[in-house]
């Protein structure tokens, strides 16, 4: 009797929440850069992420989401469009035409035509504050936000924020200014949370919440962290001790492989040492020993950073009573390798730079706290979210529902992912099924097959021989799904 009377106050309570809102339930879209799945609630017990395990606790966890591409634009784009796509920049052609379609083109676009007060805060799509100036006035995905901005506080502007160092210093302006190269790829700063720019995020993402309250809204929040420079404030880097921290599983080139495509650019592990300086060295510095135990380092004490500013929103959601009656999501743009094959950075088609986490809130869900092993993809968001609010999505969405996922964990969503890696004169495309990871790279000039790679994805520690010379079969067969 006890239970039952619990379960009906419960259900009673939401169905208020929800009728105050008219029937809707209100979306927090909780975006984070460069997120691989290592995290507390993910099983790394070392990791400290707190309100991102409690948010996992109440929510299902994806264990096997891939996104599109490992780079952050293109991934952002499949996100906010629905279809698969390499474009850095999807939303160009409308933005630049000033003529918006007859049908619905973005995730944004489709709340706020239902009536939703739509407000983008940080990085949603590839730009800082979701615009294209620094004045913050040419909203990168046009006819789909209320409100998209950045918070800059001591920085001149969006990127400078994204960048941002202690006391008002960055490493790039963007918007038409040289990037400055000089800076190191870390730092860990006496200052408070708002000593860099994730702080300044989580403020303003409380502020909306307060405004929102009586509305219905789709709000999304981007966090610049764990990004590179892996900055953050001292307290942060103070949680880990440096030699307590796992090294890569497996830290050699891929073995077997008839080429060094598969690494695709990322074997000089460009991102940190092209476009960063350590301290005392030149460009190109060497990745010592003891310089990946500082960068893992860095890396574990942003995310430490990062979770700490989504806990004031999700804090705050539930201060206001929108935890009764509000969608959750967390989603990652894309993995990052720590030193996984001797890599790092982004830009591959492996699991380390394609598997994101994603963690979806439904409220009143069933089995909270539940891992859904099976294969989903981040074109799923889009339809998903339609689905969850009762909308009505375009029909060229190239994604499904991971409704019935969030209704019972075993289900079986779909059979693969496609990821794609367009860049440097050639192309891959890649197929990740629960037993394998094919990889197919092609010339982009002349359209030949340079290489094929074929990962089995149950070898331990994690896939390292290129099988495809051996399974000339599977090959075949996984060819000609793509």
């Given at each position: 009797?006890?239970?039952?009377?619990?379960?009906?106050?419960?259900?009673?309570?939401?169905?208020?929440?929800?009728?105050?809102?008219?029937?809707?339930?209100?979306?927090?879209?909780?975006?984070?850069?460069?997120?691989?799945?290592?995290?507390?609630?993910?099983?790394?017990?070392?990791?400290?992420?707190?309100?991102?395990?409690?948010?996992?606790?109440?929510?299902?966890?994806?264990?096997?989401?891939?996104?599109?591409?490992?780079?952050?634009?293109?991934?952002?784009?499949?996100?906010?469009?629905?279809?698969?796509?390499?474009?850095?920049?999807?939303?160009?052609?409308?933005?630049?035409?000033?003529?918006?379609?007859?049908?619905?083109?973005?995730?944004?676009?489709?709340?706020?035509?239902?009536?939703?007060?739509?407000?983008?805060?940080?990085?949603?799509?590839?730009?800082?504050?979701?615009?294209?100036?620094?004045?913050?006035?040419?909203?990168?995905?046009?006819?789909?936000?209320?409100?998209?901005?950045?918070p800059v506080g001591e920085w001149n502007d969006p990127w400078q924020a994204f960048f941002s160092y202690e006391g008002g210093k960055a490493r790039t302006s963007y918007y038409n200014r040289p990037t400055n190269r000089t800076l190191?790829?870390?730092?860990?700063?006496?200052?408070?949370?708002?000593?860099?720019?994730?702080?300044?995020?989580?403020?303003?993402?409380?502020?909306?919440?307060?405004?929102?309250?009586?509305?219905?809204?789709?709000?999304?929040?981007?966090?610049?962290?764990?990004?590179?420079?892996?900055?953050?404030?001292?307290?942060?880097?103070?949680?880990?001790?440096?030699?307590?921290?796992?090294?890569?599983?497996?830290?050699?080139?891929?073995?077997?492989?008839?080429?060094?495509?598969?690494?695709?650019?990322?074997?000089?592990?460009?991102?940190?040492?092209?476009?960063?300086?350590?301290?005392?060295?030149?460009?190109?510095?060497?990745?010592?020993?003891?310089?990946?135990?500082?960068?893992?380092?860095?890396?574990?004490?942003?995310?430490?950073?990062?979770?700490?500013?989504?806990?004031?929103?999700?804090?705050?959601?539930?201060?206001?009573?929108?935890?009764?009656?509000?969608?959750?999501?967390?989603?990652?743009?894309?993995?990052?390798?720590?030193?996984?094959?001797?890599?790092?950075?982004?830009?591959?088609?492996?699991?380390?730079?394609?598997?994101?986490?994603?963690?979806?809130?439904?409220?009143?869900?069933?089995?909270p706290g539940v891992f859904a092993e099976g294969i989903v993809e981040t074109v799923d968001l889009f339809p998903t979210l339609a689905d969850l609010c009762k909308l009505k999505p375009p029909e060229n969405l190239e994604g499904i529902?991971?409704?019935?996922?969030?209704?019972?964990?075993?289900?079986?969503?779909?059979?693969?992912?496609?990821?794609?890696?367009?860049?440097?004169?050639?192309?891959?495309?890649?197929?990740?099924?629960?037993?394998?990871?094919?990889?197919?790279?092609?010339?982009?000039?002349?359209?030949?097959?340079?290489?094929?790679?074929?990962?089995?994805?149950?070898?331990?520690?994690?896939?390292?021989?290129?099988?495809?010379?051996?399974?000339?079969?599977?090959?075949?067969?996984?060819?000609?799904?793509?």
């Open positions: 009797m006890i239970l039952i009377i619990a379960i009906t106050s419960a259900m009673f309570s939401a169905c208020e929440s929800n009728r105050e809102t008219g029937g809707k339930y209100n979306v927090l879209f909780i975006a984070v850069d460069d997120l691989r799945p290592e995290l507390g609630c993910y099983g790394a017990d070392y990791m400290h992420t707190p309100n991102i395990d409690k948010l996992a606790s109440e929510s299902r966890i994806f264990k096997n989401h891939f996104v599109h591409v490992a780079a952050c634009g293109p991934s952002r784009s499949t996100l906010l469009s629905g279809r698969r796509t390499t474009n850095w920049d999807i939303f160009k052609n409308i933005r630049e035409s000033n003529s918006k379609p007859d049908s619905i083109f973005s995730l944004p676009q489709l709340f706020k035509e239902n009536g939703y007060r739509t407000v983008g805060i940080g990085k949603i799509s590839h730009q800082p504050g979701g615009v294209m100036d620094s004045l913050q006035t040419i909203h990168e995905v046009p006819f789909s936000w209320n409100e998209t901005y950045a190191p790829p870390f730092e860990a700063a006496e200052v408070t949370d708002n000593g860099y720019a994730d702080g300044l995020n989580a403020e303003e993402a409380v502020k909306q919440l307060r405004r929102l309250k009586d509305t219905t809204f789709f709000l999304a929040v981007g966090f610049y962290k764990p990004h590179l420079p892996f900055n953050a404030p001292k307290k942060y880097w103070d949680l880990y001790d440096p030699d307590e921290i796992p090294k890569a599983d497996y830290h050699k080139i891929p073995e077997d492989v008839k080429s060094d495509i598969c690494l695709h650019s990322n074997r000089n592990s460009y991102e940190p040492r092209g476009t960063y300086t350590w301290p005392g060295d030149t460009l190109w510095w060497r990745i010592t020993p003891d310089r990946q135990k500082t960068l893992k380092h860095g890396y574990c004490a942003a995310v430490s950073y990062v979770d700490a500013q989504i806990g004031k929103v999700l804090s705050e959601l539930k201060n206001l009573g929108l935890d009764k009656n509000t969608i959750v999501v967390l989603w990652g743009d894309h993995g990052w390798h720590l030193g996984d094959y001797g890599i790092w950075g982004k830009h591959t088609n492996f699991d380390f730079a394609l598997n994101s986490p994603l963690i979806i809130k439904q409220p009143q869900m069933n089995q529902s991971l409704r019935p996922a969030l209704d019972d964990p075993e289900s079986k969503i779909k059979a693969y992912a496609i990821s794609e890696r367009d860049a440097f004169g050639s192309y891959g495309i890649s197929l990740r099924t629960e037993k394998y990871r094919l990889m197919v790279w092609t010339d982009k000039t002349t359209g030949d097959t340079i290489d094929v790679n074929l990962f089995d994805n149950n070898e331990q520690p994690v896939p390292h021989h290129d099988i495809s010379d051996r399974y000339p079969e599977i090959v075949k067969e996984l060819i000609e799904i793509i």
